[in-house]
């Protein structure tokens, strides 16, 4: 893969930071996840013109796009559930956040339960989460 320009790299740079402040999510610990993630989100947006997860694969990334936006960051699954399977947007210990995902998700069978640690940030910012898992406590 050749490398994001610099225009496409600044641009996801600004929007991860922002999309963090929004939805009170945290980077990874490791920052070369992160910056893996943004790397691929920019080499996307040169490739393709659109911020496409670089965590899934598409026999055609343009036709993808044609399909819906489904994948193009920030993704449906992160709109609906807070949960980022690329873990771009995690909980400050680097899990990504499964409250809101339903029991039978991929992602709440892999990391199980992993609490929002701020569910009032992301209905303040406009996030319409389903799901939202009722406190057992």
Request: charged share 35%.
């Amino acid at each position: 893969m050749d490398q994001p320009s610099e225009k496409s790299l600044k641009r996801m740079r600004t929007y991860v930071q922002k999309y963090w402040e929004k939805t009170g999510t945290s980077p990874h610990p490791d920052r070369e996840v992160t910056e893996a993630v943004v790397m691929g989100l920019a080499a996307n947006i040169d490739e393709v013109g659109r911020p496409l997860c670089p965590c899934n694969f598409y026999p055609d990334k343009r036709a993808e796009l044609e399909r819906s936006r489904e994948w193009v960051c920030a993704c449906d699954e992160m709109k609906q559930w807070k949960y980022c399977h690329c873990l771009l947007f995690v909980a400050p210990e680097g899990s990504p956040i499964t409250e809101y995902l339903p029991e039978d998700h991929e992602g709440r069978q892999i990391y199980g339960l992993v609490k929002d640690p701020t569910p009032d940030k992301a209905a303040r910012h406009g996030l319409r989460l389903r799901g939202k898992v009722k406190n057992k406590e």
